[in-house]
């Protein structure tokens, strides 16, 4: 008899026994609808096919010419690595960093990680206490470096530099430029092969909840309902495997599944850190617009170019798409995504009773602002590439301004915000909606 899986959705924590799925389905929360796994056709012959593929095309994209840049009889030719080599000539080192490990250093990290564990996995034997220690970590370092890959925004950052400077002078891609496009699609295909549930349960199987986790009930029915809601205090799941794990008197209790710390539901501790991480952001989105984000020098005139005054010069120019692609990722999602995560602190925090509606749309704005902060990356990576490939001495070239260093501690900040949110406060103050749902399960078990 197979022990079926359970899930507490980590948006609204609603504890969900998973059924057995086929190949191709995905289970989602009934009452979020966030995908809590989903069951792949052939996982690891795919996964390690298309990481295989991935550190091939990296090697490639690192290997020849990325792109040239001819004005006036000058040439400048780069590979993708003088993009961070040239930010750390210019006193940018923080920048060089950032943009050598979201490009380069994480993708190969994750896609290496990928092959080991989905070839163990593959090999389908027990481990003993050493291996299955080596695996703990390596599960965690999978999932914890995933956030930061970056390949798709950067390429998106290169073809927006294209076009920002094609109308200057001459631009020429290499091979490494065609390499690096499929790079980028297999990253984001790996990122979409690799579930959290599947490759847990390959290597250390999920426990079950004693029954008697619930030191107030009698019965089983009782325990099962009394576990359905996050804040019901007698269980706690881990974020890092989905385990659920009964509440224990320790101060630093462990997952009893992964060893990774659990933690209470505590709405003021997490709103606190939060609030800290965006307020941070938002102090240093002041210099981002003020200060010049680079300066072009063109026949020795050196002339500082902000966020907004880049905008306005694309749109003269008649370059209103790449224009409009720079507002939106460098004014517009900053703003509206500080805007929407303080709308969302202040809503999970005041007492309420949202009705169902009212408590899904907050989620879907969480979404979203989670899923496109990332984005707002894009104009620090052009001007990367701006400050690699334009150098021709007095005749043109561009620096990077000191905005570009604050732009890029707004987007991480802003990430790092709406990732340590805990969504399932916007469901604490709906006790109406929790008994419904309650009373829903009961009805369809």
């Known amino acids: 008899m197979t022990t079926k899986l359970m899930i507490s959705c980590e948006e609204c924590g609603l504890v969900i026994t998973v059924p057995e799925l086929h190949d191709g389905q995905k289970a989602h929360c009934p009452r979020c609808e966030h995908m809590l796994t989903q069951n792949i056709a052939r996982p690891n012959q795919r996964a390690i096919a298309y990481a295989s593929a991935c550190l091939i095309m990296l090697l490639l ?13 000058l040439t400048q030719e780069i590979t993708l690595l003088n993009a961070a080599q040239m930010l750390d000539q210019y006193q940018n080192s923080l920048l060089a960093i950032l943009l050598l490990t979201t490009v380069i250093i994480l993708p190969a990290l994750y896609m290496s990680l990928m092959l080991y564990l989905y070839f163990m996995a593959a090999r389908n034997k027990p481990s003993d206490n050493i291996k299955e220690s080596h695996i703990k970590h390596l599960c965690k370092l999978l999932f914890i470096i995933e956030p930061w890959l970056m390949v798709d925004v950067f390429l998106i950052g290169v073809l927006v530099s294209l076009i920002k400077i094609s109308s200057l002078a001459d631009v020429a891609l290499g091979y490494s430029f065609f390499t690096f496009c499929i790079y980028a699609v297999l990253v984001v295909k790996c990122v979409s092969l690799a579930d959290k549930s599947w490759l847990w349960g390959q290597f250390i199987p999920a426990k079950t909840l004693p029954s008697n986790s619930n030191h107030n009930s009698n019965n089983n029915d009782t325990n099962n309902k ?16 989905h385990q659920i794990n009964p509440v224990t008197t320790e101060n630093k209790a462990l997952c009893s599944r992964c060893d990774s710390p659990l933690h209470h539901f505590d709405m ?25 984000m680079m300066y072009t020098v063109s026949l020795g005139t050196s002339s500082p170019s902000t966020i907004m005054e880049g905008v306005i010069l694309l749109w003269k120019l008649g370059s209103y798409p790449v224009a409009a692609i720079i507002f939106i990722a460098s004014v517009f999602i900053p703003l509206v995504k500080m805007f929407a995560l303080t709308w969302l602190f202040i809503s999970a925090k005041k007492v309420r009773n949202p009705s169902d509606k009212d408590t899904i749309q907050k989620l879907k704005i969480y979404r979203i602002t989670e899923f496109i902060g990332r984005w707002s990356m894009i104009d620090v990576f052009v001007v990367a590439i701006l400050v690699a490939l334009v150098q021709l001495q007095s005749l043109m070239a561009i620096y990077p301004g000191p905005a570009a260093l604050s732009f890029a501690v707004v987007v991480i900040f802003t990430m790092l915000s709406a990732m340590l949110f805990d969504s399932r406060m916007l469901w604490h103050q709906s006790p109406t909606l929790i008994r419904k749902t309650n009373d829903k399960r009961d009805n369809t078990q």
Do not use: R
Request: proline share 6%; glycine share 2%.
């Open 268 to 292: 003021e501790a997490n709103l606190q850190k939060v609030w800290a991480l965006l307020i941070t952001a938002m102090i240093f989105y002041i210099p981002a617009n003020l200060y010049p």
């Open 61 to 73: 994209s690192i290997s020849f010419p990325f792109m040239s840049f001819s004005y006036q009889g």
């Open 226 to 241: 009394a576990i359905s809601i996050h804040h019901s205090d007698n269980y706690l799941s881990c974020h890092v495997c």
